[in-house]
């Protein structure tokens, strides 16, 4: 498919879009604003509506050109929010709900309420939220309690719905002039479209938070609340859990990118600091005890998130629509990476790490929430193994298997990318999937969560070699760095995939010799050459990121 026939901005707008963003973080959301925001644990809802007015018109990105909006596509989003989580993780939280709410309708309203929702919501003067989560329910949207009761006129037709319950963790719910709220009709789980002051509908009080302060988070309860008809997504009654489920992938992958952007911004105070500090005689960059343990492998695993980030909004924007798995897979690597990023980075620092005005523990305490919202890691792990495992059984292996041949016709090509490793990962990813399903281990969830953590890095692990050995066939500048970042990172995903095997032979639930005869089958030895040369590839990407 040509570049042509993807959903999207042009490069040139994009490139527009994100340099309006970086302004921002000059002005609107400077580093003193940020600071008093979360300080003082105030939503800056000012600031975010002049983000949706109309000299910025930031919400226009995601909304289709025959509404008034850009029609900008997964790729330019994710590239968008990343940048605004580089600035604030609060504030990036703050215009996400607007995304999240606004998507119930972008892919389930009738043609009438897409002229009139979408457009109002270009006009720039409405702030929208999305309004799912229960207390009781949690992650799992079967188990909604808000009932919405449908209401007949004197012809016996439905006129409307009342609705009734209680919404917890409501981004900007306390201050959203538009909610999209799932509630359970006598059909199923259904959208409607809420606005504020309707009779009955309360925004409470935000939730005191550990990090994201500049954000509100807030309950909402509806008491009889009445909506007409015209205000249920979709016209039709029972669609909520498709629709929902439509956006998944799509949402998971803009988390990833908030993410992703943490992640970034940690290593982009860490960085410079290591450069000026000196310790016993040189600089902090200098030392491969500081580069080795808490720079360098974050940059690999960031630089790996943002690959595979890239490729699955490629693929959105291809109209794979489809692609919960791969949102799952971005969201738990790139936020439990970026947590881990965040984490060292404020050790990086030593005690300034610890200090409010260096920034890096604020990303810390933000950060955190990317791990738990649009379903925790725990939530991902089971999305992944559970469709994984059923697609590669399904397949008969050649899900994986078109993997691993992937990558050896490519280490035919680009011999030091790492790629080898990643097919021998990906061929005992496979033989453990088949050892799993055949001794019925996939029983056990622990095991699963096991599988999940194979599977989530040989993909992730396949885009950045794919990455790398583009940039290579096209003799990129930044070839050399990223093959580099490919083979350390090789050496990450073969020690996983090799110590789950290890552990999922060795549950208990095999006897000694099918154990050691797993290890075998899977070239478990072989897998442990991964790591070979690791030092100077570390030493390598080092003089790159701190150009030494």
């Given at each position: 498919m040509s570049d042509n026939a993807y959903r999207g901005l042009d490069l040139e707008s994009r490139q527009m879009v994100v340099d309006t963003v970086r302004q921002l973080g000059k002005k609107l959301l400077s580093k003193e604003n940020?600071?008093?925001?979360?300080?003082?644990?105030?939503?800056?809802?000012?600031?975010?509506?002049?983000?949706?007015?109309?000299?910025?018109?930031?919400?226009?990105?995601?909304?289709?050109?025959?509404?008034?909006?850009?029609?900008?596509?997964?790729?330019?989003c994710c590239k968008v929010t990343e940048e605004t989580a580089k600035i604030c993780l609060g504030v990036a939280t703050g215009f996400f709900a607007i995304q999240l709410g606004t998507d119930p309708i972008l892919v389930g309203a009738t043609e009438a309420q897409k002229e009139?929702?979408?457009g109002r919501i270009a006009e720039g003067g409405s702030?929208?939220?999305?309004?799912?989560?229960?207390?009781?329910?949690?992650?799992?949207?079967?188990?909604?309690?808000?009932?919405?009761?449908?209401v007949t006129g004197e012809d016996g037709q439905i006129k409307g719905y009342r609705i009734t319950g209680s919404k917890q963790f409501i981004s900007?719910?306390?201050?959203?002039?538009?909610?999209?709220?799932?509630?359970?009709?006598?059909?199923?789980?259904?959208?409607?479209?809420?606005?504020k002051g309707m009779e009955g509908f309360k925004q409470h009080k935000g939730e005191e938070k550990h990090g994201i302060r500049a954000s509100n988070t807030s309950p909402l309860t509806f008491d009889d609340v009445f909506v007409p008809?015209?205000?249920?997504?979709?016209?039709e009654p029972g669609k909520g859990l498709k629709q929902a489920n439509q956006v998944f992938g799509y949402t998971r992958l803009m988390v990833a990118s908030m993410g992703l952007g943490a992640g970034k911004a940690a290593l982009e105070i860490a960085i410079p600091y290591a450069k000026e500090r000196i310790q016993f005689g040189t600089t902090l960059s200098e030392k491969q005890g500081y580069t080795h343990k808490l720079i360098v492998p974050n940059a690999v695993r960031m630089a790996a998130a943002e690959a595979y980030i890239d490729d699955v909004a490629h693929m959105l924007d291809g109209s794979e629509d489809d692609l919960q798995v791969e949102g799952a897979i971005g969201k738990i690597?790139?936020?439990?990476?970026?947590?881990?990023?965040?984490?060292?980075?404020?050790?990086?620092?030593?005690?300034?790490?610890?200090?409010?005005?260096?920034?890096?523990?604020k990303i810390k305490r933000d950060v955190k929430i990317t791990c738990i919202y649009e379903g925790t890691s725990e939530i991902q792990q089971s999305i992944i193994s559970t469709f994984r495992w059923k697609t590669s059984r399904k397949s008969k292996g050649a899900f994986y298997g078109d993997m691993a041949e992937e990558m050896t016709a490519l280490d035919a090509k680009v011999a030091d990318a790492g790629c080898r490793f990643y097919a021998l990962a990906a061929d005992a990813l496979n033989k453990t999937i088949d050892l799993a399903h055949n001794n019925r281990l996939t029983r056990q969830q622990a095991l699963m969560f096991d599988l999940a953590d194979m599977m989530i890095h040989v993909e992730v692990g396949v885009s950045l070699a794919r990455k790398a050995c583009r940039l290579a066939q096209a003799n990129d500048p930044e070839a050399e760095k990223f093959k580099a970042m490919a083979r350390v990172f090789a050496g990450e995903v073969t020690q996983v995939v090799g110590e789950k095997a290890l552990r999922i032979?060795?549950?208990?639930?095999?006897?000694?010799?099918?154990?050691?005869?797993?290890?075998?089958?899977i070239a478990y030895t072989e897998m442990l050459a991964g790591r070979t040369n690791w030092t100077k590839d570390m030493d390598r990407i080092a003089d790159f990121i701190f150009e030494r």
């Open positions: 940020i600071r008093k925001w979360d300080k003082e644990e105030v939503f800056p809802e000012a600031e975010i509506r002049e983000m949706l007015g109309p000299e910025i018109g930031l919400q226009l990105l995601f909304i289709p050109e025959e509404y008034g909006g850009m029609g900008g596509g997964a790729r330019d009139k929702w979408l702030l929208v939220a999305y309004a799912v989560t229960e207390p009781g329910a949690g992650s799992n949207l079967a188990a909604l309690k808000t009932k919405a009761e449908p900007t719910g306390g201050y959203a002039d538009i909610v999209t709220v799932l509630a359970s009709t006598p059909q199923g789980p259904s959208f409607f479209i809420v606005e008809i015209e205000n249920l997504i979709g016209g690597f790139a936020t439990e990476a970026a947590d881990r990023a965040a984490n060292d980075c404020m050790q990086a620092l030593g005690g300034y790490g610890y200090i409010c005005e260096f920034g890096v523990e032979a060795m549950s208990g639930e095999l006897d000694a010799a099918a154990a050691q005869q797993h290890l075998a089958d």
